[in-house]
């Protein structure tokens, strides 16, 4: 009796072990990012917004969808802001919002220094917007979708809105997307 117990135990572990072993597993780790633009042209009185609009696209991962994403860690983002922008323009009071996450008040003046600058701001030298924009993908990861709005003013160095200009602003986030084909 114990002889047959001790083989049907022994045939039950190499059974689990050999149907664990077999187990596929067609999840593969990639380095992409979540690229987002947006167009946006100030009224008049300077204030730009660029209101959930533009485009969200995977860098390097063409075709993916919601379902196919089982994993994500996010390591950073650069925003870039460019455009119809002057030496001497302030950008005042320019927020990054998502609703379900907060608003955040990347800074409250940037200063153009000359025509046409690319002004570029990366999260690994600002803490807070590491942070921010980690729960900003976390959210993205749980829900499957984000609605960024990136606001602000465009000023004279005086503080008057300037009407008409348009902003190009981008944030590109990089990710390690965790994917199921």
Do not use: H
């Not at 030298?125 to 609605?147: A, S, T």
């Amino acid at each position: 009796m114990k002889k047959n117990i001790f083989i049907a135990v022994l045939f039950s572990i190499v059974a689990l072990v050999s149907f664990s072993s077999c187990e596929s597993d067609d999840d593969y780790l990639v380095r992409s990012g979540l690229y987002c633009d947006f167009l946006s042209t100030s009224n008049n009185k300077g204030y730009f917004a660029s209101n959930g609009g533009g485009s969200y696209s995977f860098r390097d991962l063409p075709d993916l969808g919601y379902g196919d994403i089982i994993g994500m860690e996010y390591r950073g983002t650069t925003l870039t802001i460019t455009g119809d922008i002057r030496e001497g323009d302030v950008i005042r009071d320019l927020y990054i919002s998502v609703q379900g996450v907060g608003d955040f008040l990347y800074a409250s003046d940037i200063e153009v220094y000359k025509d046409y600058e690319k002004i570029v701001f990366n999260t690994s030298n600002d803490r807070e917007f590491y942070n921010f924009m980690n729960d900003v993908m976390y959210k993205f990861y749980r829900d499957g979708r984000i609605n960024i709005v990136v606001d602000g003013y465009i000023t004279n160095y005086q503080g008057v809105g300037i009407g008409n200009v348009e902003m190009e602003i981008y944030l590109d986030s990089s990710l390690d997307v965790t994917v199921r084909r």
